[in-house]
């Protein structure tokens, strides 16, 4: 395959200061009202709570995400899975990006009977501290997040980089939500690729934009493929777009060779992820349907120091086998096709991306 050597997914990015400070606001105290029984849906890997797998919560314990989206009838005693708040672990370049980021998007997704609407999406935006009229702009730009249900519980399954610099962040919030209306539960879940920037008293969201998988198309074999095969673990935003038929086939096709030795845990495909690489004009591979990002391999977080950094070569090379033009994560290799086959840097110390020319 030919490669662009020229055109990388990110070069490396400028980061401030390490910020430890750990949370931007509290846990929305809607998530109270939301019962603590499970309910199961396909599995197709678990929500993280943070980015190590010691204090992750287990598929029993929060229940697993939905890839396809499913609506059961659960009769009056109709319950939601628990809310549990989203972690960050202890390598995070800024872990008060992240948290910024995924408390906003815990708020507006989550609320408990009767509390639904975007008048109340923006209250509880406003209750974290965001002025009121961004709050309100906020609540407006949550699309898929705030459907019409009489109570809901989004879960986040991972919080990785789409970009970081030092005073301006991307942060794509990878997310399951149930939401029941009447009898019904619904389990479905988005991306959303949440912008921030630094201030004097630390990061602020400033806009969302939900993925836009798009509608269902007819699929090729290896789309089905894909979906059907339990090794690869697609979030409910990657696994629509695949349905979309917009995810072109060497992705597909790397995505199958690469689970023939590995379990795959995908963060993000095609939408949900910026139009550019951030901080530059150059667009991303991912909007063409031309990448994806894994957060976890064989179940073990690429973010967390205690993941082998062999067990990460070897995926890095293994992408690179299936056809990768633009292998980038948590560690520079040397020795690809080309000089810049491989690539570091901080937006990808927490997810591998694999890039293709077509």
């Known amino acids: ?10 070069q490396p990015s ?18 109270a009202g ?4 499970t309910k199961t849906s396909s599995p197709t890997g678990s929500p993280s709570t943070t980015g190590s797998p010691s204090t992750a919560v287990s598929p029993s314990a929060a229940g697993p995400p939905t890839a396809s989206g499913s609506t059961a009838s659960a009769g009056s005693g109709a319950t939601l899975p628990p809310a549990v708040p989203w972690r960050p672990g202890a390598s995070e370049v800024e872990p008060a990006a992240k948290v910024a980021a995924v408390r906003l998007i ?17 209250a509880r935006a406003a209750a974290l501290g965001i002025p009121a009229r961004l709050a309100d702009a906020l609540a407006a730009q949550a699309g898929p997040l705030t459907p019409a ?3 809901a519980v989004v879960r986040v399954i991972d919080a990785q980089y789409g970009g970081i610099l030092a005073d301006s962040a991307s942060v794509l919030v990878v997310c399951a939500q149930s939401t029941r209306a009447g009898a019904a539960v619904h ?8 912008r921030l920037s630094r201030t004097s008293t630390g990061w602020g969201v400033t806009s969302l934009h939900p993925a836009d998988p798009g509608p269902p198309a007819a699929l090729g074999a290896s789309a089905r493929a894909v979906l059907a095969r339990s090794r690869i673990e697609l979030p409910p935003a990657s696994a629509a777009d695949i349905r979309s038929g917009q995810v072109h086939e060497s992705v597909l096709s790397a995505m199958l060779a690469l689970a023939g030795d590995y379990r795959v845990s995908v963060s993000v495909v095609r939408s949900g992820h910026p139009l550019n690489v951030f901080g530059t004009n150059r667009p991303s591979d991912h909007p ?3 990448a994806f990002d894994v957060w976890r391999i064989d179940g073990h977080p690429v973010v967390d120091p205690a993941t082998s950094r062999g067990l990460i070569t070897a995926f890095m090379r293994a992408a690179a086998a299936a056809g990768s033009y633009n292998v980038g994560g948590p560690v520079q290799l040397t020795g690809g096709a080309t000089a810049n086959q491989y690539f570091s840097d901080a937006t990808h110390h927490d997810h591998v991306h694999i890039g293709f020319t077509g």
């Open 14 to 31: 400028a980061v401030g200061r390490r910020s430890l400070l750990l949370g931007a606001a509290a846990w929305c105290a809607c998530a």
């Open 187 to 194: 389990d479905d879940g988005t991306t959303v690729d949440v």
């Open 149 to 151: 249900a009489d109570a």
């Open 106 to 122: 815990e708020a507006l997704g989550t609320w408990p009977t009767g509390q639904g609407g975007p008048d109340r999406a923006a």
């Open 34 to 37: 939301c019962s603590t029984s």
């Open 1 to 10: 395959m030919a490669c662009r050597p020229t055109i990388r997914e990110n």
């Open 288 to 290: 063409l349907g031309r």
